[in-house]
């Protein structure tokens, strides 16, 4: 097997700004950010810089995208599974997304071009001449990703809305509120941006949470006999619970992106280490002992665990920043590929034109609207977690990292001790990858199937009792 040489770090200038010396190359194949005081001041009317995040921002921005949707799904996973296996899940998955993280990154730092899973995976294709075909299949997996959880942001909001009003309003209205508030904010074309919110997202998730948990912890007596340490259920159950402990870890498909934008992308695992210190901190807090308090009837999502109507609404209008702003950045991702697809290696790319602008706020209003029919398709909260993370999260998060480090260390795998004990960990890292897509879609298809008590497109209320 031959591996590909990375790419020129600097693609071809058009002919307009080879006169004006400007590097007209997308982000990714800038290999140093642009620090030209007259150009970054002009920044709003003309030159867009990209690499404008410190290793701190970016964690931010990962922990306001990782640290949403999923951890309101875990107090219900402990339920059905069981405290003990429920914790060993959280752990066990908390590993396996920090060792991939860092694998995507070391993929990234020997391919420096690479700006999405597309590129990565064309790498690798092009050794037996697929890597066009490799490129579009899984560049455009990424963008239905990151639109289905979109629309499960927008799932959420809905819930916020009809439990925060107790009003007539139909839903479907309510989403329709929430596609123009979520595509207005992602109309800035950097993550520089979405960092400085981001920390509103993190501050909510985090406040959120620990009301819900100091709440439940107040108002419902322990030890009622109803937690079970650990419990026997059928497939479609236990699958359920791995695909949505999976989610909760599983925001690696914006990984490459957000890299792209770092102004050292050497600081990553600065960043990666403090997701996960973050992350799995709240997911073992929020799972446990929300569990604990309300056992095996907690509900999903979890922040209408707390006791009272009006304390539920406290909690709900604090999470929406995190709601918003953690699909606000699955947005920006989904719309980076596309648009990068339409204007790659011309000036649209880094200049702020008119026709990119018009450009750009077509693609997210577009990305948000689809967001939107696959949230009110699909309305129920688990179950549709559970079918993306089947579907792509397997393979981001978990399969492709594995075959990554199989591709760069291919004809060294057994050299010494320590690179044998990798190879053993990459590939059990691509098998659970594997295995959370076929049997995890399984469950999830079947579940939605029988889980019939919410009709799509439906008027009705769908807040949290």
């Keep these: 097997m031959s591996h590909t040489e990375p790419k020129s770090a600097a693609a071809p200038e058009s002919p307009v700004d080879q006169e004006k010396g400007v590097n007209n190359a997308p982000p990714a194949f800038v290999a140093e950010p642009r620090n030209d005081d007259a150009v970054l001041g002009d920044e709003e009317a003309e030159i867009i810089d990209y690499k404008t995040l410190t290793w701190w921002q970016g964690g931010i921005v990962l922990i306001a995208e990782t640290v949403s949707l999923g951890i309101l799904s875990l107090p219900s996973v402990l339920a059905a599974v069981g405290l003990v296996p429920g914790i060993i899940l959280i752990l066990v998955m908390g590993f396996l997304s920090t060792y991939s993280g860092l694998v995507l990154a070391e993929f990234r730092a020997q391919y420096p071009f690479v700006q999405n899973f597309g590129d990565a995976v064309e790498v690798i294709g092009k050794s037996i001449g697929m890597g066009r075909v490799f490129q579009e299949v899984f560049g455009w997996a990424q963008v239905i990703f990151q639109v289905f959880v979109m629309g499960s942001h927008l799932l959420t909001w809905t819930i916020c809305m009809n439990t925060l009003t107790n009003s007539s309003t139909c839903t479907i209205v309510w989403a329709v509120v929430g596609l123009a508030i979520f595509w207005v904010l992602n109309l800035p074309r950097t993550l520089k941006y979405t960092s400085y919110m981001s920390m509103a997202s993190c501050m909510s998730i985090t406040l959120a949470v620990l009301i819900t948990v ?49 102004k050292k992308p050497e600081d990553w695992p600065k960043a990666l280490a403090f997701l996960q210190i973050v992350d799995t ?30 304390m539920r609404k406290v909690i709900w209008g604090i999470a ?92 060294n795998w057994f050299k010494d001790g320590k690179q044998t004990c990798r190879f053993v960990a990459n590939v059990l890292l691509f098998l659970t990858g594997f295995l959370i897509c076929v049997l995890g879609l399984w469950a999830s298809i079947e579940a939605i199937a029988e889980g019939g008590s919410k009709d799509p497109w439906s008027c009705a209320s769908n807040a949290a009792e």
């Design 214 to 262: 100091g709440d439940v912890a107040h108002e419902r007596p322990i030890g009622t006999g109803s937690i079970q340490v650990a419990r026997e259920l059928g497939f479609t159950g236990a699958f359920l619970a791995v695909t949505n402990i999976a989610i909760s870890f599983s925001s690696h498909s914006c990984f490459f992106t957000v890299i792209s934008e770092f």
């Design 320 to 411: 929406i920043p995190t709601i918003v702003i953690a699909g606000v950045i699955y947005g920006h991702v989904a719309s980076a590929y596309i648009f990068q697809r339409i204007f790659r290696n011309t000036k649209h790319m880094v200049r702020r034109t008119k026709l990119s602008t018009m450009a750009w706020f077509g693609v997210t209003l577009g990305i948000w609207a689809l967001s939107m029919v696959i949230a009110e398709s699909i309305p129920v909260f688990n179950n549709l977690l559970g079918l993306i993370c089947a579907l792509f999260a397997s393979w981001f998060s978990y399969g492709l990292p594995g075959i990554f480090w199989l591709w760069m260390h291919y004809g």
């Design 281 to 310: 901190t709240l997911y073992l807090l929020a799972a446990i002992v929300i569990y604990v308090f309300v056992g095996p009837d907690v509900p999903s999502p979890a922040l209408s665990a707390a006791g009272s109507a009006t």
